[in-house]
């Protein structure tokens, strides 16, 4: 009777240790599952390598005339200054126009589709004209924009005329202040006089121009201003004509 007990009992022991053994070895099984990556097939395959093309075709189109953009819509904020609802208009306007100088030719035209949906415009304006009662903080506002623009744009270069010498040696004056308001920003500059500004840019090779000359302009109304971002001077009649581009466009 002790032997048939004693046998009853390795037996229920013998079938407890398989049926642990055979949980274990499944839990083995469901972990080793649940830890290999998943393969994808078919169409979901597909689709997951369409969203990894649609990425990287993201990331490119994101460019350097991005971060210029960027760049120079935080420095018009960063000069001290409370900038009104106009000067805000003028700001937007300017930026439209210079669009092409700073992301320079080649790029803008890579890219003119997307720049232009994300600055709400049907084409590149290439001009700007300003009329304002005095008073209305055109050359702050011409100041600021033309600082921001140098800080931010690698090998920028900006031609400014005025109506008299006093006149352009007042705002470049404006614009050299603006610039020493910024952090670091006078250690920036590498050369200064009455008619230019030269910045250092983010390389050796990079110098940052602002020249700021005097014109001699008949018979225009005192409160008129002009941008263009044209390479060349202007000849239509204007209190300040001011020409853009980038050494490297």
Known sequence: MRLATA????HDESVACVSMKKALHELIVETRAAARPSRVRGPELKLDAHVRKMSRVTAISRSKGDVYVKE???????F??????SQREFHTAFLSATLPHIYGSAEFERNRTRILREHNLQKPRHEVLVVTPRRWGKTTSVAMFVAALVLSTADMWVSIFSTGQRASSSLLEAIYKMVCATP???????????EQLYLNGDGPDDTRRVYSYPSSVQGVPPTLMRITTSAYTVSAPALRSIVC?????
């Open 184 to 194: 670091n920003g006078s250690q920036r500059v590498l050369r200064r006089n009455q």
């Open 245 to 249: 581009r980038r050494l490297s466009s």
């Open 80 to 85: 001290g200054m409370d900038r009104t609802a």
């Open 72 to 78: 120079l819509l935080r420095y018009l904020d960063s």
């Open 7 to 10: 046998s009853a009992v390795d």
